[in-house]
Nanobody
Framework: VQLQASGGGLVQAGGSLRLSCGAS????????VGWYRQAPGKQREMVGT???????TYADSVKGRFTVSLDAAKNTLYLQMNSLKPEDTGTYYC???????WGQGTQVTVSS
């Protein structure tokens, strides 16, 4: 199983980024799949999850700003991040629930 996250970068507060997570060896559409982030010195936290049947869930801190979506044909999970804040800075990972797979993550840095 491989999870390749990409799309991170340096952006000013108020800006937008779109993260992608391409998967191989696992079908994302049959899982609950989520984006998680970890800032230096902090625990990893859930950002948002997607399930084909149950829809999406979001952390309170990103509701209304972030959108998780899945392109099943491409087996790719996306995270559209708008109105970014400095506290959104961290390494972002995608993770299928009930598995041990995390991938290498992609760094997001939001400057004030």
């Amino acid at each position: 199983v491989q999870l390749q996250a990409s799309g991170g970068g340096l952006v000013q507060a108020g800006g937008s980024l779109r993260l992608s997570c391409g998967a191989s060896g696992i079908v994302l559409a049959i899982k609950t799949v989520g984006w998680y982030r970890q800032a230096p010195g902090k625990q990893r936290e859930m950002v948002g999850t997607f399930n084909v049947n149950d829809g999406t869930t979001y952390a309170d801190s990103v509701k209304g700003r972030f959108t998780v979506s899945l392109d099943a044909a491409k087996n790719t999970l996306y995270l559209q991040m708008n109105s970014l804040k400095p506290e959104d800075t961290g390494t972002y990972y995608c993770h299928p629930s009930d598995t041990s797979y995390w991938g290498q993550g992609t760094q997001v840095t939001v400057s004030s």
